[in-house]
């Protein structure tokens, strides 16, 4: 009978011993695959931030050569704000936000004057609170969807805090200068 009775809790211990390999087996396995999909998702939107830093630099490059850019150059002088708008641009992102349910604080440095046929710019930091996909969808409004100001992305870092993410973007924001100063 005591035979009987350590051998079912051996079968039961062997059993539950097993059961719970399999359960951390599978949470591994999900976790691993969720942050592979997290971390392509990372690499291509710093792709993409990189990819739009760059355009100006090469705006300034080609001005140089070309009688084309021109036109483009009308185009970008139209785009910027004015560099009194640049007040604007904190509850412009408060009502970014809002669409995706997004908390956002943001920071803005007052640069200076444009240099080598570049416009003017300020640095800015933007701190937002919130799901993953609604940060994503926060961030492709703010980079590629505004018509209010011309913003490039220098760095971003997606941090998760308990059940929601923190993305922490640096970048600049393009103006121009009240007086109509040409790039």
């Known amino acids: 009978m005591e035979e009987k009775s350590y051998n079912r809790k051996v079968l039961w211990s062997t059993l539950l011993i097993l059961v719970a390999v399999v359960a951390f087996g ?9 942050m592979t999909l997290l971390a392509g998702k990372i690499s291509k939107l710093r792709n993409d931030a990189a990819a739009n ?9 080609l001005k140089q050569g070309s009688e084309e850019i021109d ?4 185009q970008i002088e139209q785009i910027l704000p004015i ?3 640049l007040i604007l641009l904190k509850s412009w992102l408060e009502q970014v936000a809002s669409g995706p349910r997004v908390s956002v604080a943001s920071n803005l440095e007052m ?4 240099q080598d046929g570049l416009p003017a710019f300020s640095y800015f930091t ?3 609170n919130g799901d993953y996909s609604a940060l994503i969808l926060f961030m492709r409004e703010i980079e590629s969807r505004s018509t209010s100001y011309l913003i490039t992305l220098e760095t971003m870092d997606i941090t998760r805090q308990s059940d929601k993410y923190q993305l922490v973007a640096k970048g600049k924001i393009y103006y121009k200068h009240a007086l109509g100063e040409k790039l």
């Open 111 to 114: 640069s200076g004057t444009a």
């Open 83 to 85: 560099e009194d708008k």
């Open 126 to 128: 933007i701190v937002a």
């Open 26 to 34: 599978a949470s591994a396995y999900w976790l691993k695959n969720d």
């Open 53 to 61: 830093a760059n355009s100006l630099e090469v705006l300034a490059r």
């Open 71 to 74: 036109e483009y150059q009308k």
